[in-house]
């Protein structure tokens, strides 16, 4: 049976494997301004994710950046007001929700697969901002939860319902 110790060092290396991330995107956000003028001053760029290292210019990067922004930018405004609203209920939850549960409270009915509202789990999950925390499909067991871009776009959404605030963020 494991210790306190176990669930401890457990508990850390998941708060590490997670929180690299959502730093590295929070930084961004607050210091594009300076990111950017960096960024286009740099004469090469060198990278390594997932053991693949990849080279590229400023100007490249700062492209890259761009082009980023303006997806989530153009994702979040083919969202309509049922996706806000799902979206809503995931993101003000303080801890992933049960399919079942949050599909009864905004929707008022029960879970299906191959329904409109599967459709706007798979909508929101393409545009990278909640999961299935067990992975793959969506099942009215599983739990959706924010991935680290949704916990932003909710963070910085300009206060209107239709539309998340990342078009001008270059």
């Not at 929070?26 to 990278?47: C, H, M, P, T």
């Not at 890259?64 to 995931?90: H, M």
């Not at 949050?102 to 409109?116: I, K, L, P």
Request: proline share 4%; glycine share 6%.
């Amino acid at each position: 049976m494991p210790s306190a110790y176990d669930y401890a060092h457990i508990t850390l290396e998941l708060v590490k494997a997670i929180a690299w991330p959502a730093v590295v995107i929070y930084a961004i956000l607050v210091f594009r301004a300076d990111i950017s003028g960096f960024v286009a001053k740099a004469k090469e760029f060198s990278v390594k994710v997932a053991g693949v290292e990849v080279k590229f210019t400023g100007s490249e990067a700062g492209d890259l950046l761009a082009g980023v922004l303006e997806e989530v930018d153009k994702a979040a405004l083919d969202f309509d007001e049922p996706d806000w609203r799902l979206f809503n209920a995931i993101a003000s939850s303080p801890k992933s929700v049960e399919v079942a549960q949050v599909t009864r409270s905004v929707f008022g009915c029960d879970f299906q697969r191959n329904s409109e509202i599967h459709e706007i789990f798979r909508k929101l999950r393409n545009a990278s901002l909640i999961r299935p925390d067990e992975g793959s499909t969506w099942t009215p067991g599983k739990h959706a939860g924010l991935t680290t871009l949704g916990r932003l776009v909710h963070k910085n959404r300009d206060g209107h319902h239709d539309r998340a605030s990342f078009a001008n963020l270059t």
